[in-house]
C-alpha cells in the first residue's frame, strides 16, 4: 500500500465516521441502527411498496432511484456481516446491542471480542407465508390418505 492509498483510506474512514444516521441506510429505512431483523424486513417492504416503479405515482427516474437505494440498504442491513461492516464505516458500535442467551454456558468475560450473530434471526426462523402454510396442509392431507388408505388395503385382503 502507498502513502497516498493509506491517507485516503484513512480520510475516507474519517468521513464516514461521521455519518449522520438520516443519509445512512438506517435513515433511509427510518430505523435506528439496533433496529432487529425483523424491523429491517418490515421496513424495507413497506418502503418497497411505496416507492416501486409500479406502484408509485413518482416519475419513473426518481421511483427507479429511490427503488435502487432502498434495494442496496436492505440487501447491506439483512445480511450479518455486511450490516456489521457498514455499522464499522458508519462509526455505530452493536456491541451493547448484542445480548448473550440465558442458556449459554459460556462465562461473559470468555465470550466478548468474538463475533456473535445472536442479534440476527436464523434464516428459518421466520413466520409462514400463506403458501406454505397450504402446502403444509395438503402434505398433511396426503399423508393422512395414504394412512387411510393403506389401512383400508389391509382390512380388506385380511392381512
Known amino acids: 500500500m502507498t502513502p497516498n492509498e493509506g491517507t485516503a483510506?484513512?480520510?475516507?474512514?474519517?468521513?464516514?465516521?461521521k455519518t449522520p444516521?438520516?443519509?445512512?441506510?438506517?435513515?433511509?429505512l427510518g430505523l435506528h441502527p439496533s433496529?432487529?431483523?425483523i424491523e429491517i424486513r418490515r421496513s424495507y417492504r413497506e418502503l418497497s411498496k411505496l416507492y416501486h416503479p409500479d406502484t408509485?405515482?413518482?416519475?419513473?427516474?426518481?421511483?427507479?432511484?429511490?427503488?435502487q437505494q432502498?434495494?442496496?440498504?436492505?440487501?447491506?442491513?439483512?445480511?450479518?456481516?455486511?450490516?456489521?461492516?457498514?455499522?464499522?464505516?458508519?462509526?455505530?458500535?452493536?456491541?451493547?446491542?448484542?445480548?448473550?442467551?440465558?442458556?449459554?454456558?459460556?462465562?461473559?468475560s470468555e465470550s466478548r471480542g468474538t463475533n456473535s450473530n445472536s442479534a440476527y434471526l436464523d434464516p428459518t426462523d421466520r413466520p409462514l407465508s400463506a403458501g406454505e402454510i397450504f402446502a403444509l396442509f395438503?402434505?398433511?392431507a396426503t399423508l393422512i390418505g395414504c394412512l387411510a388408505l393403506a389401512i383400508a388395503i389391509g382390512l380388506i385382503r385380511g392381512t
Not at 464505516?89 to 449459554?104: D, E, L, M, T, V
Open 56 to 67: 408509485t405515482h413518482l416519475s419513473p427516474a426518481v421511483a427507479t432511484a429511490k427503488f
Open 35 to 37: 433496529a432487529s431483523a
Open 9 to 17: 483510506k484513512t480520510k475516507s474512514q474519517k468521513i464516514s465516521s
Open 70 to 108: 432502498l434495494n442496496n440498504a436492505y440487501a447491506t442491513l439483512s445480511n450479518p456481516e455486511r450490516r456489521l461492516a457498514y455499522d464499522l464505516k458508519i462509526g455505530y458500535s452493536r456491541a451493547h446491542a448484542i445480548q448473550q442467551p440465558s442458556n449459554f454456558n459460556t462465562p461473559v
Open 21 to 28: 444516521l438520516g443519509s445512512s441506510y438506517y435513515g433511509l
Open 138 to 140: 395438503i402434505m398433511a
